[in-house]
């Protein structure tokens, strides 16, 4: 049997109560949050992000910041992920301030460059169909063995994952899978099911 590493991705316009939700998805046992909330601008994403740090400290789950690196630092957090093209951009010597960058990348040769460039892990959809992805068809789990083999750092599927298709994911090569929806709408034992489901892949 082996385990599948669970990567929250955050939403806050999904859940009635945000800190309450990640508190809840923080509990359940993920591995990783990532508060993505792109549509925020950098001081308000910072005000946000202080509270999911206390929370993920609370319960021991690492915390992840999207696309503000500069607040990243300013909160003590050393985890960052990134637009492809603004980690292809970065300068070495702010890379060298975090002790991990992801990237989100839609093709193999696109892993490959990140890697390249850095990247300590990279996210790959969107592997299925998905509500937030409409009219764009999925990718596959082809593309995603494709990625897979392309490097040598974790690759965590993205994309309409499930607890009955995660295993195809980490049979394909995947080192965990990344939700959004499902974890921003659960209920707390919900939650407990879909992350048991998920880590349980067989």
């Known amino acids: 049997m082996s385990t599948c590493k669970i990567i929250c991705v955050s939403n806050r316009k999904l859940a009635e109560d945000f800190p309450a939700q990640l508190a809840r998805v923080a509990r359940a046992g993920v591995d990783n949050i990532i508060l993505r909330e792109k549509d925020l601008d950098e001081a308000a994403y910072e005000e946000l ?59 193999p040769e696109e892993a490959v460059a990140a890697e390249a460039a850095g990247a300590t892990y990279v996210t790959a959809g969107h592997v299925f169909a998905t509500n937030s992805k409409p009219g764009l068809p999925p990718r596959g789990i082809p593309f995603l063995g494709e990625v897979c083999e392309a490097v040598h750092i974790p690759v965590y599927a993205i994309g309409g994952i499930t607890a009955q298709n995660a295993p195809l994911c980490v049979e394909a090569g995947a080192a965990g899978v990344c939700l959004m929806s499902s974890l921003m709408k659960a209920s707390e034992a919900e939650l407990l099911g879909l992350v048991s489901s998920c880590k349980s892949c067989v």
């Not at 915390?63 to 300013?74: E, F, K, P, Q, V």
């Open 49 to 107: 992000a202080a509270q999911a740090k206390a929370i993920c400290e609370e319960y021991g789950v690492p915390l992840t910041l999207h696309t503000y690196g500069d607040a990243a630092l300013r909160l003590g957090i050393r985890r960052l992920h990134l637009p492809l093209r603004m980690l292809l951009s970065m300068e070495e010597t702010e890379k060298r301030k975090f002790d991990v960058l992801g990237a989100s990348i839609h093709a």
